[in-house]
């Protein structure tokens, strides 16, 4: 893209990138991504997110069409609240394999599993099952307590692994260095959560998809983010952007780098062209 060439699909992870840092949308990049749609140029919302977290956002910021959930898991229809693809769900039996290892590298730490039925809501699933000791860094109370046997016990769209006292980083490295190559290990957040996902299911995988649905090639997808989460779609994108604020990790594979989020770093750049 080149920084030039208008984009045909723009995609941009939620927290750290598309919200500030009261996690709301400002009224200048509410404004740039409606002239970005009116213009018809598709506007993904790519998060970490699991489906029930994005009508919320999607309403503010006028957004009908494609999310990519739960890092490239779950690819759900918001205009139409429904589930369009699962890839890459993790099975009971291996549930069961990564939770032993990962409780040998980070002794004391909690698991949750997010679960995805065919809504966001799906009144037939338990769409977040957390066991007695897991901390939840955002503190919203969310969550259904479980036993670990029930945890492991049913599919996955993603396993959550806390371990308060420890940051993120260190997290990773330990669960990275006890884990095979069955099993993809990111966070979207520093304060002491990882998130693991089947191998290969990113959210490049999951723009993919949406991209060839709209056939658009990756050259002329624009993503933002900010984490460790995004570096895949980053790199998969024609124009892979990396706010200010991003992670280092971020920040390397970044084409790149714009404001941050608390200073409308999105839309400083989409302003080039909407």
Same mark, same amino acid.
Request: proline content about 6%; overall charge negative.
């Given at each position: 893209?080149?920084?030039?060439? &208008?984009?045909?699909?723009?995609?941009?992870?939620?927290?750290?990138?598309?919200?500030?840092?009261?996690?709301?949308?400002?009224?200048?990049?509410?404004?740039?991504?409606?002239?970005?749609?009116?213009?018809?140029?598709?506007?993904?919302?790519?998060?970490?997110?699991?489906?029930?977290?994005?009508?919320?956002?999607?309403?503010?910021?006028?957004?009908?069409?494609?999310?990519?959930?739960?890092?490239?898991?779950?690819?759900?229809?918001?205009?139409?609240?429904?589930?369009?693809?699962?890839?890459?769900?993790?099975?009971?039996?291996?549930?069961?394999?990564?939770?032993?290892?990962?409780? &040998?590298?980070?002794?004391?730490?909690?698991?949750?599993?997010?679960?995805?039925?065919?809504?966001?809501?799906?009144?037939?699933?338990?769409?977040?099952?957390?066991?007695?000791?897991?901390?939840?860094?955002?503190?919203?109370?969310?969550?259904?307590?479980?036993?670990?046997?029930?945890?492991?016990?049913?599919?996955?769209?993603?396993?959550?692994?806390?371990?308060?006292?420890?940051?993120?980083?260190?997290?990773?490295?330990?669960?990275?260095?006890?884990?095979?190559?069955?099993?993809?290990?990111?966070?979207?957040?520093?304060?002491?959560?990882?998130?693991?996902?089947?191998?290969?299911?990113? &959210?490049?995988?999951?723009?993919?998809?949406?991209?060839?649905?709209?056939?658009?090639?990756?050259?002329?997808?624009?993503?933002?983010?900010?984490?460790?989460?995004?570096?895949?779609?980053?790199?998969?994108?024609?124009?892979?952007?990396?706010?200010?604020?991003?992670?280092?990790?971020?920040?390397?594979?970044?084409?790149?780098?714009?404001?941050?989020?608390?200073?409308?770093?999105?839309?400083?750049?989409?302003?080039?062209?909407?």
């Amino acid at each position: 893209m080149g920084g030039v060439e &208008k984009p045909q699909l723009i995609a941009s992870d939620v927290d750290g990138t598309l919200l500030d840092a009261y996690e709301r949308l400002s009224p200048r990049t509410r404004a740039v991504v409606r002239r970005a749609t009116d213009a018809g140029v598709p506007i993904v919302l790519a998060s970490g997110r699991p489906p029930r977290w994005i009508p919320a956002v999607a309403n503010e910021a006028g957004l009908t069409g494609y999310a990519v959930c739960a890092n490239g898991a779950v690819l759900y229809d918001i205009g139409a609240d429904r589930v369009v693809e699962v890839h890459g769900l993790l099975r009971p039996e291996l549930l069961i394999e990564v939770v032993a290892e990962v409780e &040998k590298a980070l002794p004391g730490c909690g698991f949750a599993a997010e679960r995805i039925g065919n809504r966001a809501i799906d009144p037939d699933v338990r769409n977040l099952v957390i066991e007695h000791n897991y901390r939840n860094p955002w503190g919203d109370g969310e969550g259904m307590r479980s036993s670990r046997a029930e945890i492991t016990g049913h599919p996955a769209m993603k396993l959550l692994v806390s371990r308060p006292g420890m940051s993120s980083d260190e997290m990773a490295a330990a669960v990275r260095a006890v884990l095979d190559q069955s099993v993809d290990v990111t966070f979207s957040a520093g304060m002491g959560l990882v998130e693991i996902a089947a191998h290969g299911i990113t &959210k490049a995988t999951g723009l993919a998809a949406v991209a060839e649905r709209f056939d658009v090639p990756a050259e002329r997808v624009i993503a933002f983010g900010d984490m460790p989460n995004d570096v895949a779609m980053l790199r998969w994108a024609g124009h892979g952007v990396a706010m200010a604020n991003a992670h280092p990790a971020a920040r390397e594979v970044a084409d790149e780098i714009t404001g941050p989020n608390t200073e409308d770093g999105v839309a400083q750049i989409l302003e080039r062209w909407f």
